[in-house]
């Protein structure tokens, strides 16, 4: 069972443009959001995260929004480069008595140039 | 200050062998967790050691996976008797303390199994 769910599973877009990614939990239990970002032959990166205190979160160009009753959030890259090619991955966890991260399927985001 | 290591990069065993895959976490991390990454499919937790003890390994297949992190040296996770379903890309983590935030992963390992 899918603890997560994240689409789309591939993305292209033109450079400047704004790729969204989106992801959708069922466990409340959840409080603690992190986007990866992985490049082929590399592990995971931590990009950014987010806990549900807050509906919406920025680092530089990234982006993400959290909607609690919807039980969804999503990561915005804004002026996507070609060097953002990859692939991303939301994941959830509970901070309290749990000591894994479950994540989604992941998204391979291209942009061209 | 070097990151996560993780050998080898690439594993190939043949069916009824065994494979063993080393990570040494971050200078100063005493918090190793792994993973498998199946193709077009997302990393599922398997274990989660401390230095000298498991934690919690309720991702780990009940039979011929076994994993550890010694005093000294690195984690080791050990796949015995391997079968072509065994076939992923494994990645360690480290973390300097306990819970998910700021895991910082290795290249990994990817496993082939002819």
């Known amino acids: 069972q899918q603890q997560v769910k994240q689409s789309p599973q591939s993305l292209i877009v033109q450079k400047g443009g704004i790729p969204i990614i989106n992801c959708a939990y069922e466990n409340t239990a959840f409080d603690y959001f992190p986007w990866y970002q992985q490049f082929p032959g590399k592990g995971p990166a931590l990009l950014i995260a987010?806990?549900?205190?807050?509906s919406e979160k920025k680092e530089g160009r990234f982006t993400i929004s959290f909607n609690k009753s919807a039980k969804q959030f999503s990561l915005h890259i804004m002026d996507s480069q070609p060097g953002d090619s990859a692939t991303y991955f939301c994941?959830?966890?509970?901070?309290?008595?749990?000591?894994?991260?479950?994540f989604g399927t992941g998204t391979r985001l291209t942009v061209i140039p | 200050n070097a990151g996560v290591m993780q050998n080898p990069r690439h594993l190939v065993r043949r069916r009824g062998q065994e494979a063993r895959l080393r990570c040494s976490p971050m200078k100063g991390h005493s918090h190793v967790y792994w993973y498998r990454q199946l193709p077009e499919e997302g990393l599922k937790f398997m274990v989660y050691l401390q230095k000298e003890n498991i934690i919690d390994e309720s991702g780990m297949p009940k039979e011929r996976f076994s994993a550890e992190f010694p005093k000294e040296g690195p984690s080791i996770l050990r796949i015995q008797q391997v079968v072509r379903g065994d076939s992923a890309a494994y990645f360690c983590?480290?973390?300097?303390?306990?819970?998910?935030?700021?895991?910082?992963f290795g290249s990994g390992t990817q496993l082939s199994v002819l």
């Open positions: 983590a480290s973390s300097p303390h306990s819970g998910n935030e700021k895991l910082f």
């Open positions: 987010i806990r549900p205190d807050v």
């Open positions: 994941a959830a966890s509970s901070q309290t008595g749990a000591n894994n991260l479950f």
